[in-house]
Nanobody
Framework: QVQVVESGGGLVQPEGSLRLSCVVSGSIFRIYAMGWYRQAPGKQRELVAVITSVGSTNYADSVKGRFTISRDNAKKAAYLQMNSLKVEDTAVYYC????????????WGQGTQVTVSS
C-alpha cells in the first residue's frame, strides 16, 4: 500500500516563504515522478511542479522563478520551496506520486492548506 503524506502548509504573508514536504511509503520511490498540484476554491486542480526520477523539472508559468521542486530518494521525500508568495497562491496543495510504468499507479496525499494573506 503506497501512502503519500504532505506537511508544511500554513498561513504566510505576501512575499513570504513556505516549504512543503511529501513523504512516500510502500513504494520504490526512486522510480516515481513526483508532482505538486494545487486547488483553489471554485477552481480545478492544477499542476504546480513536477520532478522526474532523474531530476528533470517542470513548472507552471505562474510559479516559475518563485517555486523550486526537489527530491531526496534516500528519505523517500519530495519538497516544494515556495518563495515570494502571492495571495493567488492560496490553495490546498497536493502531492502526487506517479509510477511512470503504469498510469494506474498514481497516488495522492490528503493535501495541505497554504494561505497567503496579510
Amino acid at each position: 500500500q503506497v501512502q503519500v503524506v504532505e506537511s508544511g502548509g500554513g498561513l504566510v504573508q505576501p512575499e513570504g516563504s513556505l516549504r512543503l514536504s511529501c513523504v512516500v511509503s510502500g513504494s520504490i520511490f526512486r522510480i516515481y515522478a513526483m508532482g505538486w498540484y494545487r486547488q483553489a476554491p471554485g477552481k480545478q486542480r492544477e499542476l504546480v511542479a513536477v520532478i522526474t526520477s532523474v531530476g528533470s523539472t517542470n513548472y507552471a508559468d505562474s510559479v516559475k522563478g518563485r517555486f523550486t521542486i526537489s527530491r531526496d530518494n534516500a528519505k523517500k521525500a519530495a519538497y516544494l520551496q515556495m518563495n515570494s508568495l502571492k495571495v493567488e497562491d492560496t490553495a490546498v496543495y497536493y502531492c502526487n506520486a506517479q509510477n511512470p510504468l503504469s498510469t494506474d499507479r498514481s497516488y495522492w496525499g490528503q493535501g495541505t492548506q497554504v494561505t497567503v494573506s496579510s
